[in-house]
């Protein structure tokens, strides 16, 4: 099994804040790696697939970079609607394994 | 416009049996993998299992966590997937989505809205 892990697991931010995000993968998954942010009580919402492909209609300030099993979610100026739970996955295989998730807080 | 909708949740007693529906629309539902995924309440999410396409075998994959008491099918003549959940843990209590599986990799542009599955005596 592929194990996911994210850090930090909470992250406190202001407004305008560069904000990153690592993923760290207990194999190598090459570049399959999605992002999600997700809100209370929403289904997650795909921000990043094949580890730095912005997904359609997501903002540009979402970048995402890494590939083995190092990667990084970079929100380049934080806003308000991004105060949020971000979760990688890896889809190396099958079985689509998640990260347990950073929350994104207001400082 | 994708939609997925989730239906059949609700509360069952442990050891008891639950039927999960994933009725999808505006697109050709035959040609997509559906996966289910789970999050239990307050924590992260855990993919549960997978259906492919008739075209990539219509074969089946489970998580380790409910393999051999979950079974997942499809019956795209009416654009739905089931999840029939046996032998429920209390372990099992979480909200139930269904996703749309992405012709690059098994990753997931489109999620339903959910369903509360609460297992408790």
């Known amino acids: 099994d592929i194990q996911m892990t994210q850090s930090p697991s909470t992250l406190s931010a202001s407004v305008g804040d560069r904000v990153t995000i690592t993923c760290r993968a207990s194999?190598?998954?090459?570049?399959?790696l999605a992002w999600y942010q997700q809100k209370p009580g929403k289904a997650p919402k795909l921000l990043m697939y094949k580890a730095s492909s912005l997904e359609s209609g997501v903002p540009s300030r979402f970048s995402g970079s890494g590939s083995g099993t190092e990667f990084t979610l970079t929100i380049s100026s934080l806003q308000p609607d991004d105060f949020a739970t971000y979760y990688c996955q890896q889809y190396n295989n099958y079985e689509a394994t998640f990260g347990q998730g950073t929350k994104v807080e207001i400082k | 416009e994708v939609q997925l909708v989730e239906s059949g949740g609700g509360l069952v007693q442990p050891g008891r049996s639950l039927r999960l529906s994933c009725t999808g629309s505006g697109f050709t539902f035959g040609d997509y993998g559906i996966n289910w995924v789970r999050q239990a309440p307050g924590k992260g999410l855990e993919w549960v299992s997978l259906?492919?396409?008739?075209?990539?075998?219509?074969?089946?994959e489970y998580a380790a966590s409910v393999k051999g008491r979950f079974t997942i099918s499809r019956d795209d003549s009416q654009n739905i997937a089931y999840l029939q959940m046996n032998s429920l843990k209390t372990e099992d209590t979480a909200v139930y989505y269904c996703?749309?599986?992405?012709?690059?990799?098994?990753?997931?542009?489109?999620w339903g809205q959910g369903v509360l599955v609460t297992v408790s005596s």
């Open positions: 259906i492919r396409s008739k075209v990539s075998g219509g074969t089946t």
């Open positions: 996703t749309r599986k992405n012709y690059r990799g098994n990753y997931f542009g489109y």
């Open positions: 194999q190598n998954i090459h570049s399959w």
